[in-house]
């Protein structure tokens, strides 16, 4: 026993007594008693120890053959009032569901050990910081949350006696897909994960804390908790500008993040530094400015597609001290996706773990494979990541995958018409998530599963965010789309490393330095200041105009679309700032 914290320890003797394990471990965050973790998980195959030369300190975790994804029609909101939850939350009454939930995690740790696992999210004493302890039964969660979190005994001294923290309960149980849940209850600052092993479900700290709670707490805090990266592009003359980015899930945040420009702005001395993949959380600093941090400390990433091509930051990041889960593994204890290069070995196992043939036209790696890497290996791991502070944003960008509509890159008039792109944007839906893959869906601002109460709740917060005394100085907003594609479904623009020609447009844009056109959708580039020097031949000046340009009539159908959504999902609620915004936009289509 690491604390004397009252709150603490109550809470803990009655999750044992429901859940009953055998043992109950207090984890400390050392590198020692991972190790003595790893050494038990080899022995019940729960981890797989990869080649030691290659991969030093990595390990292999496969999860259930039903259970690979986030589960968003097994993802509950209890709050005390349906209609704080909103229409785009599952909600059940939260005293019905902890009966419900008692009854699956009753006895579920028997033969078990429940590890007691205190963690920050945020640098522990940091301004942002928020605590929280999970209690599990699986050894791949302690392993996995001391690399996305910080994990450590220091977070019982920054807790003193306050009850201030948050209650993470995951059991594995069967593993059975039907009683399957992910439970919030943000009046109890409580989260309850049972019947899964997949990170997104049972990493209590990422999604389930850090977005649905904190989104909470952000509310009521005067403060907001994003699904965004946070890069920095430092210029020539050293000075560095800070964007944030909000993608849905598998939609390239990892690989934005982590951008290596193009030669030529190589060579004039661009570089991008990466300070998150995929959560901000973003408060008023005292300059009167938006700041930002990432409140991980690790990389949950999306493996197939990553390559040495595609994103060499990522894969330099997981060489070492990295867990890979239903990738595919190697006869010599390495591993491979599709997409990492074009030669898909002979001799090994699947994600499911059998024996794989490539030649069979089956994938090797789960659509949803992932590799947690600490972010401590990037090579371009910003200066200012464990600057308690954060970072100032200039420009927080919105953005979809949008085969037509959406052009390359656009500017909102203003803060409420930001928010407005950003609760309208869309993308066809990824494995991330169970489901169907590839339909359009309204994503608000890619927060859409991970919104903690009402969506229009939420929107109203980002509005008054905008009105808020304390800020002087309001980031600009965007929305760029890098999956526009030709007729023939050809992508027109090359992305990756190219992207850093639309990040320089958008900087400029903050400071003034360039002009842009007014459009019924918002300000759009001139074709002449979008730099092209390098790609002339892959994207030509009608590439780039067609990139730019947007159908009046598409656009009119998609007004009309968000007209519905506004509909459904405001509920009476919607701010009259996006009505407005709508409107606008419907006019300027007229
Ligand atoms: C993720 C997701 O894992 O968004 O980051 O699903
Ligand atoms: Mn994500």
Not at 522 to 535: F, S, T, V
């Amino acid at each position: 026993m690491y604390t004397n914290n009252q709150a603490v320890l109550t809470w803990i003797d009655k999750m044992a007594a429901l859940t009953k394990p055998d043992k109950i471990v207090w984890i400390n965050g050392s590198e020692e008693q991972l190790e003595e973790l790893r050494q038990e998980a080899y022995k019940t195959g729960e981890l797989i120890k990869l080649n030691g030369e290659e991969l030093p300190g990595c390990v292999y975790h496969r999860s259930a053959l039903n259970d690979v994804a986030r589960v968003e029609d097994r993802t509950f909101i209890c709050c005390e009032k349906k209609e704080d939850a909103g229409p785009t939350n599952n909600w059940m009454d939260p005293a019905q569901m902890h009966k419900m939930l008692d009854e699956i995690y009753d006895g579920s740790m028997k033969g078990r050990t429940m590890y007691v696992i205190p963690y920050s999210m945020s640098i522990v004493g940091s301004p942002f910081a928020k605590y929280g302890i999970e209690l599990t039964d699986s050894i791949y969660v302690v392993v996995s949350m001391a690399i996305m979190t910080r994990v450590g005994l220091d977070v019982y001294d920054a807790l003193g006696d306050s009850p201030d923290f948050i209650k993470g309960l995951h059991a594995k149980a069967d593993l059975d897909a039907e009683k399957r849940y992910i439970v919030h209850f943000p009046q109890e600052n409580t989260i309850m994960s049972v019947n899964s092993g997949y990170g997104g479900n049972v990493l209590l700290g990422k999604k389930c804390f850090a977005l649905r709670i904190a989104s909470c707490l952000g509310r009521d805090e005067g403060w907001m908790a994003e699904h965004m990266l946070i890069l920095g592009v430092e210029f020539p003359n050293g000075e560095i500008h800070y964007i944030s980015a909000a993608f849905p899930s598998a939609c390239g945040k990892t690989n934005l993040a982590m951008l290596i420009p193009p030669e030529g702005y190589q060579k004039a001395g661009y570089k991008v530094w990466t300070v998150g993949d995929d959560i901000a959380w973003i408060r008023p600093g005292p300059d009167g400015r938006l700041w930002a941090v990432n409140p991980e400390n690790g990389f949950f990433g999306v493996a197939p597609g990553t390559s040495m091509k595609s994103n060499p930051n990522a894969m330099l990041s997981t060489r070492k001290n990295t867990i890979f889960t239903n990738v595919v593994l190697k006869p010599d204890g390495t591993v491979w996706w599709e997409g990492m290069d074009k030669n898909p070995p002979k001799g090994a196992l699947n994600w499911k773990g059998e024996p794989w043939d490539p030649a069979d036209g089956s994938k090797g790696a789960h659509p949803n494979s992932r590799f947690t890497a600490p972010a401590r290996n990037c090579p371009c791991l910003s200066k200012e990541y464990d600057n308690p502070q954060g970072v100032p944003l200039d420009a927080m960008l919105f953005g979809g995958r949008r085969a037509k509509t959406a052009p390359l890159v656009y500017q909102s008039r203003d803060w409420n018409h930001g928010v407005f792109l950003g609760a309208t944007v869309a993308s066809e839906t990824t494995a991330a998530a169970t489901g169907a893959v590839g339909v359009v869906r309204r994503d608000p601002m890619s927060m859409r599963p991970f919104i903690g109460y009402h969506v229009a709740d939420y929107w109203q917060h980002w509005i008054d965010m905008g009105r808020d005394p304390r800020v002087t100085k309001l980031p600009k907003i965007f929305h760029v789309n890098w999956f526009r594609t030709d007729d023939e479904g050809h992508f027109l623009w090359p992305g990756f490393g190219d992207n850093m020609r639309v990040l320089e447009w958008i900087l400029k844009r903050c400071a003034g330095e360039v002009d842009a056109v007014e459009t019924p959708i918002g300000y759009m580039p001139r074709p002449e200041d979008i730099n092209l020097a390098g790609i002339e031949d892959e994207v030509s000046e009608d590439t780039l105009k067609e990139l730019l340009t947007i159908d009046k009539d598409v656009w009119k159908a998609e007004a009309a679309d968000i007209r519905t959504f506004f509909d459904q999902v405001g509920e009476g609620k919607l701010p009259k700032e996006l009505s407005d915004c709508l409107e606008t936009l419907e006019n300027n289509l007229k």
